[in-house]
């Protein structure tokens, strides 16, 4: 008995077993990492090469978190234009390789790395759709959605929300409590949700809806990404019911609760429509109708799978989610004019010459031909780029980058604010300065540097929306209203504190505001 005691006793416990093989494994692992893996002999931080845990440390605990692409900027300064950044992933910075990677001849397969694609808690988007195949097949089927003569068509409808916007901007008074944040973003997700599903939210009417839209879909892409951490937080937020999940995530929870809310608009379509074109309740109109995203979806070629309300929703909840983007740039676009009186002078002299009465309704095509306008835009859109992250792909075939191979199947991207900030392209950088897009002396190779919406298959589609929407609902503010936006700080209210899926600025920040100082009509 006493033997079998002392026997029992001196036996290794099960659990100390498994920590001893589990470090085994891992320093097994990280040896292989760092000498027999097909990336040990890349550039970069050895503890990067060795474990995700360096790269999870910088986006969630250092400075708050979203500091990794930061960090990687730092690496290619001191490893040079090819950087291993995590195990798996390599990043490279050179504007042709961006271009080979992302606009690639048709024939090369690119898959979205799985671990980006969880971003919006969407599955089965095109944004968030890892095969190169299923991707094209779903870009093909919304593309006239997304179309010029579609954009063209939802003029109307875009002028109409600036104009109710305007009536809100003329009785702000200094001190009021709405800042733009909440009335741009009631302006664009309205404008994108009257236009892709056919019917108003009326969020001008509800700013409080649109602060909690915003607040909803603010905190998921600017917090630090822990979805990419652990990718399978989103697919289990999905499977708890709401009751539940409020308490366990309010956050969490508002974002489900917006997807819900498109599902049921796009049940509610097909139950209207069952099956027929929305374009029928639009004969009779004497201008071109815009087309509702559904309307497309449905009628497109696409199998019949993917046109049902829930697959549609998807797609549907991922261009909401992105419809944040045109409100914040406005906003920040705003703050630039403000801040650079003589731009704004000039951008005004242009506008008074084409539209002489500032209460008569601008158009695209009045705007798209004031060079000086236009050239603001580029500057605003690059000096604004929202997207903080990296975009990575997995090519199914090896690439070479100035001598390295870099396998199929390897991560590898080109992150689009390296090359929108290159210095050598861009003389002071962080500096807004309209004129340098139309510097004759130094032009700017544009097809390589100008890519605030990406290169290739998975570009931004809403290029020319966004754009236009952005474009006029600025050009109309500046033309109405002399303002004052006094308050904001560059430093803390303005400068990408953190770059997470977006960019967002300091935790110190309260958001821009505008005081209307004059009626210019
Ligand atoms: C200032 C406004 C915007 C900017 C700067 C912007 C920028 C971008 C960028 C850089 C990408 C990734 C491109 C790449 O992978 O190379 C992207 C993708 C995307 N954007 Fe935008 N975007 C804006 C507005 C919008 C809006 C308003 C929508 C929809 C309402 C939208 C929908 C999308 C979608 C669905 C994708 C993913 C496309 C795919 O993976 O096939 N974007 N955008």
């Not at 209207?272 to 070629?301: C, M, W």
Request: with cysteine; charged share 20%.
């Amino acid at each position: 008995m006493a033997f079998s005691i002392i026997h029992e006793d001196s036996r290794p416990p099960a659990l100390a077993i498994l920590a001893v093989a589990s470090i085994v494994a891992y320093v097994g692992l990280a040896i292989y990492r760092i000498t027999l893996h097909p990336l040990a002999r890349f550039p970069g931080p050895r503890l990067a090469a060795i474990t995700k845990w360096y790269e999870a440390y910088f986006d969630i605990f250092y400075k708050g978190g979203s500091q990794y692409t930061s960090k990687i900027r730092e690496m290619h300064d001191r490893y040079g234009p090819i950087v291993r950044i995590n195990p798996d992933e390599v990043s490279v910075r050179d504007a042709d390789f961006h271009d080979r990677l992302y606009a690639p001849p048709r024939s090369e397969i690119r898959h979205r790395h799985p671990h980006f694609s969880t971003t919006l808690g969407t599955t089965k988007g095109s944004f968030s759709t890892v095969d190169h195949k299923l991707h094209k097949s779903r870009r093909t089927a919304y593309s006239p959605f997304w179309g010029s003569a579609n954009v063209m068509a939802a003029e109307p409808l875009i002028m109409g929300m600036v104009n109710d916007l305007c009536k809100h901007v003329a009785g702000m008074q200094e001190g009021s409590g709405t800042s733009l944040r909440t009335l741009f973003a009631a302006t664009s997700f309205d404008t994108f949700y009257t236009w892709a599903f056919g019917s108003s939210l009326g969020l001008l009417d509800n700013l409080k809806l649109a602060y909690d839209i915003n607040e909803a879909v603010e905190i998921g892409v600017t917090s630090p990404p822990l979805h990419r951490i652990f990718p399978s937080m989103m697919p289990i937020a999905r499977l708890i019911p709401s009751k539940i999940l409020r308490y366990a995530s309010s956050h969490l929870n508002n974002v489900m609760g917006l997807h819900s809310m498109i599902v049921k608009a796009s049940e509610e379509w097909i139950a209207a429509y069952s099956g027929q074109s929305d374009e029928k309740q639009l004969i009779g109109h004497s201008k071109p109708q815009p087309r509702t995203l559904f309307d497309v979806l449905r009628n497109s070629n696409a199998p019949e799978e993917e046109k049902t309300a829930s697959r549609m929703a998807q797609e549907g909840i991922e261009m909401f989610m992105a419809a944040y983007t045109p409100g914040r740039t406005s906003m920040l676009a705003m703050h630039y004019l403000h801040a650079h009186p003589h731009v704004l002078e000039r951008i005004r002299n242009e506008l008074d010459q084409v539209n002489p009465d500032p209460a008569m309704d601008l158009t695209f095509a009045k705007l798209n031909s004031l060079p000086y306008l236009r050239a603001t835009m580029k500057e605003i859109l690059r000096i604004t780029f929202p997207v903080g992250a990296r975009l990575p792909f997995l090519c199914a075939e090896d690439l070479e980058f100035q001598g390295w191979r870099i396998p199929a199947n390897t991560g590898v991207s080109v992150n689009h604010r390296i090359l929108l900030f290159d210095p050598d392209v861009f003389k002071n950088p962080y500096e807004f300065n309209p004129e340098r897009w139309l510097d004759a002396s130094h032009p700017i190779d544009e097809k390589r540097y100008y890519i605030p919406f990406g290169k290739g298959a998975r570009s931004c589609p809403s290029k020319e929306f966004a754009t236009q929407f952005i474009q006029l609902i600025v050009a109309t503010l500046i033309q109405r209203f002399d303002f004052n936006m006094d308050d904001a700080i560059w430093e803390r209210d303005v400068a990408a504190a953190s770059e997470s899926v977006l960019t967002s600025p300091s935790t110190e920040s309260k958001g821009l505001k505008i005081y209307p100082v004059g009626q210019r009509y």
